[in-house]
């Protein structure tokens, strides 16, 4: 495992720095339509595992810490972004952080659809199945689970303002990535705007209030905008996704088993409402209770790649969330512990109390009377025997 930065080294940079962890795929390509955006406040250093990476995600919490601790020696300001599989290795890798009781390496923590509750789902059992599946299943597998990633219609992006949005720089970031990545996001890109132009000529010669004059032209867009999936089987050969599933479900065992109390970090969770891969928003209310500060910011209608659909903006979102260099993020609230802060007052505060309860204690406090051998009531106990 290695870190790289898609937008090339910034000496002298004094920007934040902004740690992301991919999800199961482990390139980071899910990041790189957010890449030109989140470089104008952050550096960005993303973790990449070759395709036959055996390393252990629970072992990965190392490379991620000593990646963190250089830039912390560094005086850089980080916030680690765990996506996916990489939200539950950044929760790993503050958990330990806490136990060992060592200061946060890190300024502030976002997940985005952390796999905290991918024991709640089929998936763990399916790696079994990948294995054994031929190469031509397979092969055709990522097109078949391609709309459960996103959603295919806010991919469309129909009016054409994300596509107006983004630029010449986001291709030439985005062509950094590693491997059969390399230049898929410029392919991507091309595409896209033929889609919209073929959505754009159908759409006009549809009948009032339909939306597409055909279904076949509208799943033929929908294919051609999404390039990459047909090479996921070569950057996620079916041994690899089936040894990273079974490592995710484990790992997510062990994190969901520990003590979440020690850990003080400021936490932002980003929460798909449409996630049909895991139940993303139950799992981000699961961590909201289990840290001290830590929110839930919705992202709406949106699967489980949030970051490769339309209308999300990570770096707006840090923006406002208070995440970039000009804001830095709020102090989280250390719980009191009153017990141990207790301290008994001195003898002048206690002789206050007993005056402040004369009137008190003349009013409700019970009065003693005891009875003599003769019969007589006498106040008070004196009568009572030894």
């Not at 000593?66 to 996506?83: C, I, M, S």
């Not at 490592?247 to 994190?255: C, D, G, H, P, T």
């Not at 970090?265 to 996630?275: C, F, G, K, M, P």
Request: glycine share 6%.
């Amino acid at each position: 495992p290695t870190f790289f930065s898609p937008l090339g080294e910034r000496p002298g940079s004094r920007k934040p720095v902004l740690v992301y962890i991919p999800g199961l795929e482990g390139t980071g390509f899910t990041l790189s339509r957010q890449v030109e955006a989140l470089g104008e406040d952050f550096d960005l250093r993303v973790l990449r595992l070759a395709v036959d990476d055996r390393t252990r995600p629970a072992e990965l919490h190392a490379v991620v810490s000593a990646e963190l601790d250089a830039l912390k020696a560094r005086g850089r300001r980080t916030v680690l972004v765990g996506e996916s599989l990489g939200g539950v290795i950044a929760i790993d890798t503050i958990q330990r952080a806490a136990a060992h009781e060592t200061q946060s390496p890190v300024d502030a923590v976002v997940l985005i659809n952390p796999a905290t509750t991918i024991g709640a789902t089929p998936w763990p059992r399916f790696a079994d199945v990948l294995e054994a599946l031929p190469s031509n299943v397979y092969s055709a597998l990522p097109v078949a689970v391609a709309p459960l990633l996103a959603n295919p219609m806010r991919l469309l992006d129909l009016d054409g303002k994300e596509a107006k949005r983004r630029t010449s720089a986001e291709s030439d970031a985005a062509a950094s990535l590693p491997g059969p990545f390399k230049g898929m996001a410029a392919t991507a890109r091309a595409r896209l705007a033929d889609a919209l132009h073929a959505v754009a000529t159908t759409a006009a010669d549809a009948p009032a209030g339909a939306r597409w004059a055909s279904p076949d032209a509208l799943l033929a867009n929908l294919e051609s905008l999404l390039p990459t999936v047909r090479e996921l089987p070569h950057v996620l050969p079916p041994a690899t996704l089936a040894f990273r599933l079974r490592e995710l479900s484990a790992l997510a065992r062990e994190v969901n088993g520990r003590d979440w109390s020690p850990v003080r970090q400021h936490v932002l969770v980003l929460a798909s409402d449409a996630d049909p891969i895991v139940p993303s928003r139950a799992g981000a209310d699961a961590i909201r209770k289990r840290i001290l500060g830590a929110r839930v910011r919705e992202l709406g209608e949106v699967g489980h790649a949030a970051l490769l659909e339309n209308g999300v903006d990570l770096a707006a979102i840090l923006r406002e969330e208070g995440l970039t260099a000009e804001h830095p993020p709020p102090v989280v609230p250390t719980p009191r512990d009153f017990v141990a802060e207790w301290s008994p007052p001195c003898a002048e505060r206690q002789a206050e109390a007993r005056e402040s309860l004369t009137y008190l204690r003349r009013l409700a406090s019970p009065k003693f009377f005891s009875t003599a051998p003769s019969g007589m009531r006498l106040p008070g106990l004196v009568a009572v025997p030894d």
